[in-house]
């Protein structure tokens, strides 16, 4: 179902551009962007608009900015140009500022969405509403409240190491407009109310009277307020959350591939919290970068090397997809040839979900052929060797311009929060806490769903291929950094991979500066790659496009380049989070 964006949005909070003080002038009268309560808000149904209102902002690519933290981590090359991108851009140099616009962006869409929060909740504390009312009453201020909390969560986690404003009502005045910067401790305490008063009381996954699959649940509250805590490194306290999602609220791994990173996999079982996207709201007489127009044009910036902030695939991760060690006894890691017999799958399940590969003969690509065959998709100097699946619509059309309106007007959704995270974040969790049999359990769970050799000791497990090493809590936990999270979590969420290393910097002392060393000290080489087609002919892909690690032949394409300037330039004390925006540090004179 896609039902809560394609409802009727009417005229509410559209209208409602101020949403921090940045680019608004200070008023000393009513501010006129606000529906009176007096004209509006007399009912839940009109609170319901509002809400709905508050669920577009999620359309807006500005509140996660997707291909920019890609680009900012490792998970992301900046498209055409190689050894020299054409436009590399700030987030993968790392020259980013105050006045990156993408930074006001993003700070501005989040405080826009939590203004029409405010206004939606401030509306339903001055109804009066009925006993049969006080069900849908409670839903909706949840509903409300979460999205608050979580907006300033988004804010909270990547500003000014979280000292920033807490926007707590609908501004009025000069005052209300002109707030201070609040300490980080006071602001994660004002999102954790907010997201416990969601979590207490918002529905289950498909418990909502409207069957609506589309609305936040408490599990989704539950998640984020475990991420915070072990954001904060508070173990214990984020094992409450994530073993009450993991346990209680209907979550599974999905097994079905036709359902990963697809159209039809979208709400799937595993699924706790997605952007809906659908083509009945697409407003398409506005331009599709118009963060208003109801498109999701993140297969065009992952698919397209030409584009602004384009983000294909960077060596390491389409080198370490695609040399996953694939369980011999696992039957789906085998496919027929065009012989009758049968023989190993080329590349592993989780590669051929996640991203495409050269090499990757067995999986349908755009309808029409296997990845192999597609033409122009991988060139060793040019477009690079991997291209991003997960906003693709690789599976409904031949091509992203054979959309109905074209490349840039997708309506896939966007998934922001699944149960695999919640298992790996738990596993996290276990480590740290000492229980490291349970840690690599979690883990093998999910590798177990992509059909990979285990890890640690079989045991009396005759079923499954294990790796039969031992693991103690360090060597599982540099597992879990450096390939169970990436590759699993890689260019999903809000800024996970990001956030992560934050995280792991405090806990581990392997932060992004770390990382980039390890990337620009590491070295793979590109070769021709021959095939037999759909029609058993050999063909070869010429321009370098299958990578490889170790010695090179002569004439293999070296590739030992993509984060030797991005390791220089980093700097944790300027790059480690976004500072204020220029825009607002300008026009709030309290925090000037």
Request: glycine share 6%; net charge negative.
């Amino acid at each position: 179902m896609k039902s809560i964006i394609a409802k009727c949005l009417i005229l509410v909070l559209t209208i409602s551009a101020v949403f921090s003080c940045q680019d608004n002038e200070f008023l000393s009268e009513k501010n006129p962007n606000i529906i009176a309560k007096d004209n509006y808000w007399k009912d839940l149904n009109e609170t319901e608009t509002g809400l709905n209102a508050v669920y577009k902002t999620l359309h807006n690519p500005s509140l996660i900015l997707v291909t920019s933290e890609m680009l900012r981590s490792d998970m992301a090359y900046p498209g055409e140009g190689r050894p020299f991108p054409r436009n590399p851009g700030e987030f993968y140099y790392h020259t980013y500022n105050g006045s990156t616009q993408d930074i006001s962006n993003k700070w501005q869409t989040n405080y826009l969405g939590i203004f029409r929060a405010n206004q939606v909740i401030e509306a339903l504390e001055d109804l009066n509403v009925s006993s049969s009312e006080q069900a849908e009453w409670k839903s909706q201020m949840a509903q409300a409240r979460f999205f608050r909390g979580l907006f300033h969560f988004y804010l909270y986690t990547t500003f000014n190491k979280g000292s920033i404003i807490i926007r707590d009502k609908v501004p009025l005045t000069n005052e209300d407009f002109a707030k201070p910067l609040s300490p980080a401790e006071d602001v994660i305490k004002f999102i954790r109310e907010d997201l416990e008063y969601a979590y207490a009381n918002l529905y289950k996954k498909g418990a909502y009277p409207d069957n609506d699959v589309s609305k936040v649940t408490s599990g989704a509250a539950a998640t984020i307020l475990g991420t915070s805590y072990l954001y904060e490194l508070d173990y214990t306290k984020a094992m409450t959350y994530f073993t009450d999602v993991i346990n209680n609220h209907g979550y599974e791994l999905e097994y079905d591939m036709s359902k990963l990173f697809t159209t039809a996999g979208e709400f799937n079982k595993e699924s706790i919290f997605e952007i809906n996207f659908t083509t009945s709201f697409i407003q398409s007489e506005l331009s599709p970068w118009d963060g208003t127009s109801g498109t999701n044009w993140l297969n065009f910036q992952t698919t397209s090397p030409t584009v602004n902030n384009s983000a294909l695939g960077p060596a390491w991760i389409i080198y370490d997809y695609k040399s996953e060690p694939k369980d011999p006894l696992d039957s789906r890691n085998y496919y027929t040839t065009t012989a009758g017999g049968s023989a190993l799958r080329n590349v592993p399940l989780r590669a051929s979900a996640m991203m495409a590969v050269v090499e990757d003969n067995q999986t349908k690509y755009y309808l029409n052929g296997t990845v192999s065959e597609v033409v122009g998709v991988f060139h060793g100097t040019y477009s690079g060797f991997g291209i991003w699946k997960k906003y693709s619509n690789h599976d409904i059309v031949t091509a992203e311009n054979q959309l109905p309106l074209g490349s840039q007007w997708s309506s896939k959704n966007v998934t922001l929060n699944r149960l695999a995270d919640v298992m790996l974040m738990q596993a996290e969790c276990k480590i740290k806490t000492g229980d490291v049999d349970e840690a690599i359990r979690l883990i093998n769970e999910i590798r177990k769903r992509w059909g990979l050799v285990l890890i640690g000791k079989s045991g009396s497990d005759t079923a499954h291929t294990y790796d039969e090493e031992d693991y103690d809590a360090n060597r599982l936990m540099q597992r879990l950094m450096k390939v169970e999270k990436p590759l699993e979590m890689g260019a999903e969420g809000h800024a996970i991979r990001w956030l992560d290393f934050q995280r792991w910097k405090k806990s581990d002392n392997y932060g992004f500066k770390e990382r980039l060393q390890e990337l620009s000290n590491s070295s793979y080489y590109g070769l021709n790659y021959t095939f037999i087609n759909s029609e058993g002919k050999s063909q070869t892909r010429g321009n370098f496009p299958s990578l490889n690690q170790g010695t090179p032949p002569t004439g293999a394409l070296i590739i030992d380049y993509e984060y030797d300037i991005p390791y220089l330039n980093y700097d944790e004390s300027k790059n480690g989070y976004y500072p204020i925006p220029f825009a607002e540090i300008n026009a709030n004179p309290s925090i000037n």
